[in-house]
């Protein structure tokens, strides 16, 4: 039996920084466009590259170092355009766990999702006069804060938009100061001058795509208004993503959500700059060959994307300093967006 639908695979459980792909399903967009969607989940967020390789999946989500590194492997896939631009990403703990350097993994139990995690822990090993068997390293999957919070690792790499709040909020929970939860960035660590390796990104079958491109547009157009409407009324469309998805409608996705919105992609495409180093990047880390060709296209935007922000790292510190301001509770776009609505 065969289907009309295309099947689309997101690279974790469901996540506030998923909701242009969940509005656009909740919000009719998809149906605007005439395709039909079927929204899935994995059990275990490593197979999902090789899922969506091997065509058993059309499409789906998938951070750029892992849609690279499928690509090298010779899975067919794709990266269609954007969803989250640049979280920052680093080794997370907390304050009394003794860390406050990279040197400081010696010796201790160091948490990592996926195989590249590893990989990226034992390069780094190479800069800071260590070796990879100086640390011991235990693979948590998606499930970093809840082995720090068992005990089992000592840190471990997370998203400071996701796993740093879900330990600020349990700090919290024992009366404890939520600055405790710290981050050595990776990008920084490694010099790389880019927090994109865990961009998330809209991924495809290669011959999907050549079969369907109709689908892969009409796809992309229907996400970019699902993008669009969350990026012009946060409050409201947060709302309705809960509404669509009970599981979001909690006081811990609330304020994911508040430290997702800043690095949601408004054009949702591609970004050569941040592709070149990535690319870059893997190659020094061997996961690809010397003469691999980035495997991206803006080829199924019907729009124009955004031109290149002038000064990146710059920017980075913008978003930095704004993150930290939406952690104290200083700033907030759901209750800006409030704030507005009354003053209307």
């Not at 920052?88 to 996926?114: A, P, Q």
């Not at 998330?200 to 290669?206: D, K, M, R, V």
């Not at 190659?283 to 690809?288: D, Y």
Request: charged share 25%; proline share 5%; with cysteine.
């Amino acid at each position: 039996m065969s289907t009309d639908k295309i099947t689309f695979l997101f690279n974790w459980r469901a996540t506030p920084y998923h909701a242009p792909v969940f509005l656009a399903q909740a919000k009719g967009y998809f149906a605007e466009q005439g395709i039909k969607v079927a929204l899935l989940t994995p059990q275990d967020p490593s197979d999902v590259t090789e899922i969506i390789g091997t065509g058993k999946v059309d499409m789906g989500a998938k951070a750029m170092i892992h849609t690279i590194a499928g690509k090298a492997r010779g899975f067919p896939i794709q990266s269609i355009g954007t969803m989250m631009d640049e979280p920052f990403t680093g080794l997370v703990y907390l304050k009394d766990s003794g860390i406050t350097r990279f040197e400081d993994i010696k010796g201790r139990k160091i948490g990592y999702v996926g195989e590249f995690g590893k990989v990226q822990l034992d390069e780094l090993t190479q800069h800071f006069g260590l070796k990879p068997d100086d640390y011991t390293a235990v693979r948590c999957g998606m499930n970093i804060s809840k082995a720090i919070k068992k005990g089992e690792i000592d840190a471990g790499i997370g998203l400071e938009n996701v796993q740093m709040v879900e330990l600020e909020e349990w700090l919290k929970e024992q009366g404890r100061d939520p600055a405790d939860v710290k981050m050595l960035r990776i990008d920084e660590l490694a010099e790389l001058g880019c927090c994109c390796f865990c961009s998330i990104l809209y991924i495809a079958n290669e011959p999907f795509l050549k079969a369907n491109p109709d689908k892969a547009r009409k796809f992309m157009a229907a996400v970019k208004k699902g993008a669009d409407y969350l990026l012009a009324q946060p409050r409201q469309a947060w709302e309705d993503f809960k509404d669509f998805c009970p599981e979001m409608n909690s006081p811990l996705q609330d304020k994911i959500f508040e430290r997702s919105f800043v690095y949601m992609s408004r054009d949702a495409a591609n970004v050569p700059r941040d592709w070149n180093k990535v690319t870059n990047y893997c190659k020094r880390l061997g996961i690809v060959s010397p003469d691999f060709q980035a495997n991206y296209t803006n080829g199924f935007l019907s729009w124009q994307p955004d031109a290149d922000i002038e000064d990146p790292d710059a920017k980075q510190r913008e978003v930095a300093a704004y993150q930290k301001e939406v952690a104290a509770g200083r700033k907030s776009v759901l209750t800006q967006a409030v704030a507005a609505t009354a003053s209307a």
